[in-house]
Structures are given as structure tokens and as C-alpha cells.
């Protein structure tokens, strides 16, 4: 199974994106997908996921109240809609599943085993 990662772009301040992520598999499941980020010099950070059965999402506070995560089961697919971008919102994001089951959050790296490309968001003026 692959994931593929689009959306990334060129947005200024304030605005918006929607990234998507899509498995490559008709057969995919998981238990959860999620999305992180990375800079270079820094460590990938968990940006948000939600439970592929629909349960739940959960976010970073650091995007809480501006990006939304959701799936569409039937095509495999998940989404960010990103709004209300800042600077420090740039960065190289990557979609991920877990097939696994976790007793944490699917707020960890290490509780995905399946990632996308990335595609770059640049917030800039």
C-alpha cells in the first residue's frame, strides 16, 4: 500500500490549503491516519489524525482550531483543510497510517508504518 501525499503550495498569510492523501490500495484499512510535519534541522512533528473508523481526531495545539482533519472511507482518502496559515506553518507534511492497533494517541511516528511523500506548504508574504 501506498500513500500519496498533494495539495502543498504557495499561500500567504491567513490563507488556505487542503491537502489530500490517498492509499494507492482499494483494499486499505487502518486504524488511524495522520499527518505530520517536518522542517529541515527539525524533528517530524505530529500535526494531527483521526481515527479511520471515524471515532475521533485529535490535533496539535499548535493548529487546533485552524486545520480539520477528515476520511473518506469509501475512496480511501484523507484530508487537512488548513486555514488561517502562519509562518511557522511551513514545512514538508506527510501523510501516515497505522495498521496496528496502539494503546496511545496516534500522536507518535512510531504508531505509523506506512507514509507518504510529502508535499511542501510554503506560507510566505
Known amino acids: 500500500v501506498q500513500l500519496q501525499a498533494s495539495g502543498g503550495g504557495l499561500v500567504q498569510p491567513g490563507g488556505s490549503l487542503k491537502l489530500s492523501c490517498v492509499a494507492s490500495?482499494?483494499?486499505?484499512?487502518?486504524?488511524?491516519v495522520g499527518w505530520f510535519r517536518q522542517v529541515p534541522g527539525k524533528e517530524r512533528e505530529f500535526v494531527a489524525r483521526?481515527?479511520?473508523?471515524?471515532?475521533?481526531?485529535y490535533y496539535a495545539d499548535a493548529v487546533k482550531g485552524r486545520f480539520t482533519i477528515s476520511r473518506d472511507y469509501a475512496n480511501k482518502s484523507a484530508f487537512l483543510q488548513m486555514s488561517s496559515l502562519k509562518l511557522e506553518d511551513t514545512a514538508v507534511y506527510f501523510c501516515?497510517?497505522?495498521?496496528?492497533?496502539?494503546?496511545?494517541?496516534?500522536?507518535?511516528?512510531?504508531?505509523?508504518?506506512?507514509w507518504g511523500q510529502g508535499t511542501q506548504v510554503t506560507v510566505s508574504s
Open positions: 490500495d482499494s483494499t486499505f484499512s487502518a486504524y488511524a
Open positions: 483521526i481515527r479511520w473508523d471515524g471515532r475521533g481526531s
Open positions: 501516515a497510517s497505522a495498521s496496528k492497533y496502539s494503546t496511545g494517541r496516534y500522536t507518535l511516528q512510531e504508531e505509523y508504518d506506512r
